[in-house]
């Protein structure tokens, strides 16, 4: 069960972010990787399984959530807002050690560079 609600979350994240048919605001894309976030870290699943979710797409799992820690790092209003709760939440799964940022040309990229456009559209 928990696998699929990691995997449900994945998919209408993915769609909201990198697709023309999600349907979900900026703000509930947050709110949806929060909960991916917190799910993950609730699951007792194996690790190796969830990295295999979403690995064709342009940004698999693991991409999405280190381009989501990046962008959130960069666009959240202060510590009582919805962005730096979700910084908050991917940073328990996600240490970014030396890195400065998302490797180009990868997925953590394309979805960090994504979240951006969301973001400076207006699509909030």
């Given at each position: 069960?928990?696998?699929?609600?990691?995997?449900?979350?994945?998919?209408?994240?993915?769609?909201?972010?990198?697709?023309?048919?999600?349907?979900?605001?900026?703000?509930?894309?947050?709110?949806?990787?929060?909960?991916?976030?917190?799910?993950?870290?609730e699951?007792?699943?194996?690790?190796?399984?969830?990295?295999?979710?979403?690995?064709?797409?342009?940004?698999?799992?693991?991409?999405?959530?280190?381009?989501?820690?990046?962008?959130?790092?960069?666009?959240?209003?202060?510590?009582?807002?919805?962005?730096?709760?979700?910084?908050?939440?991917?940073?328990?799964?996600?240490?970014?050690?030396?890195?400065?940022?998302?490797?180009?040309?990868?997925?953590e990229?394309?979805?960090?560079?994504?979240?951006?456009?969301?973001?400076?559209?207006?699509?909030?």
């Open positions: 069960m928990e696998y699929r609600n990691i995997e449900r979350l994945y998919n209408v994240a993915y769609a909201s972010i990198f697709t023309f048919t999600g349907k979900l605001s900026y703000d509930r894309v947050t709110d949806c990787l929060i909960k991916l976030a917190n799910e993950i870290m699951t007792d699943t194996d690790e190796s399984l969830w990295w295999g979710i979403g690995e064709f797409d342009e940004a698999g799992l693991d991409g999405l959530i280190i381009g989501a820690y990046w962008h959130y790092s960069e666009w959240h209003a202060g510590m009582y807002s919805n962005g730096y709760a979700a910084l908050s939440a991917l940073g328990r799964i996600y240490w970014p050690n030396m890195e400065t940022g998302p490797e180009t040309e990868t997925g990229h394309s979805a960090y560079t994504m979240l951006n456009e969301l973001v400076e559209t207006g699509e909030l």
